[in-house]
C-alpha cells in the first residue's frame, strides 16, 4: 500500500508529501531502535540510571532526526554521509525484523521475492510505473527525480532501500546459527548483487528486482552453512568436551 502511495505521489509531483513520508519512515525507523535500546538498557541493564519517559521520546526523536536530515537535505553536499545514514536506518528497520520466529521470517522473505518481482517486472507493478515516468519526465524536461532515501547510490548502481534492509535481515538472522553461516549468507547475497547488476548492464531491462537473486542465493549458502558446517562443528565440540570430562575424572 506504502508503494502505491508513493508511485501516485511520485506521478503527481507531490515533492512535499514524498519528503515527508521518507521522513517519517526513516525517523520513526531509528527512534524506535534509540528507544528501545535506552529502554532496555535502563530497565535491565543493572546500571542503576533513571529514564523517564519525556527523557527517552527527547532523545529517541532527536536520533530519528538526525539521518532523516542528512538523508533528505544533505544527500548532494555530503553523499557519504547520506549513504552512511541509509545503512543505519536498513539495520533498524532489519533489527525489527529478527524478532521474527524462522518460519515467520522465511515466510516474508519468499513474500517480498514474489512482491518485489511483481513491482519491479509485472504488468501493474508500482516500481515499474515510476521508472517509466521518471523516463518520461527525463524526455519532457520536467525537473522531478527520486527523491533521496529511495536507493543508495552507488558508482555503477542504485540499490533500493528496502533491498538493504532485507539483505541485513537475511544475514542477521543467519548470524543466529554462528559466524560462519552469517558470512556465508553474506557471500550470497554479494553474490546476487553483483549478478543483478551484470545483468542490468549487459541485458534488455535496465531495472531489475535486487531481491530475488540474493535472498535465493543468501538462503541456500545458510542453510549450507548451518547443516553442513554449524551442526556438526557443535557436535564436534561436544565430542571432544565429554572426552575431556571423562579425562579429567578418569
Known amino acids: 500500500l506504502v508503494t502505491y502511495f508513493f508511485a501516485l505521489a511520485f506521478r503527481h509531483r507531490l515533492r512535499a508529501g514524498l519528503h515527508a513520508l521518507l521522513g517519517w519512515c526513516i525517523a520513526s525507523a531509528v527512534a524506535l531502535l534509540v528507544g528501545w535500546c535506552l529502554y532496555s538498557a535502563a530497565v535491565g541493564g543493572g546500571g542503576g540510571w533513571a529514564l523517564d519517559w519525556l527523557l527517552l521520546a527527547f532523545v529517541s526523536g532527536n536520533a530519528g532526526a538526525v539521518p532523516a536530515a542528512l538523508i533528505l537535505d544533505f544527500h548532494e553536499r555530503c553523499p557519504a554521509a547520506s549513504n552512511g545514514c541509509l545503512l543505519v536506518v ?4 532489519a533489527w525489527i525484523f529478527l524478532c521474527f520466529d524462522r518460519a515467520t521470517l522465511v515466510a516474508v522473505l519468499v513474500g517480498l521475492v514474489v512482491w518485489d518481482v511483481y513491482a519491479v517486472m509485472g504488468p501493474g507493478g508500482p516500481i515499474k510505473y515510476v521508472m517509466h515516468m521518471v523516463t518520461h519526465y527525463k524526455h519532457m524536461a520536467i525537473d522531478f527525480d527520486m527523491p533521496p532515501g529511495i536507493s543508495y547510490v552507488a558508482e ?12 541485513a535481515v537475511l544475514v542477521g538472522r543467519a548470524y543466529f546459527s554462528g559466524l560462519i553461516t552469517a558470512l556465508l549468507a553474506l557471500a550470497g547475497v554479494l553474490l546476487g548483487l553483483a549478478g543483478t547488476v551484470y545483468a542490468t548492464a549487459v541485458g534488455p531491462h535496465k531495472t531489475l528486482p535486487a531481491l530475488p537473486l540474493s535472498i ?7 542453510v549450507v552453512g548451518y547443516y553442513l558446517v554449524e551442526r556438526p562443528a557443535g557436535g564436534l565440540v561436544d565430542v571432544y568436551r565429554d572426552m575431556g570430562e571423562r579425562l579429567v575424572y578418569a
Do not use: C, E, Q, R
Open 216 to 222: 535465493t542465493l543468501g538462503g541456500l549458502l545458510w
Open 90 to 93: 536498513a539495520a533498524a528497520v
Open 156 to 167: 555503477f548502481y542504485k540499490l533500493g532501500t528496502g533491498d538493504l534492509i532485507f539483505y
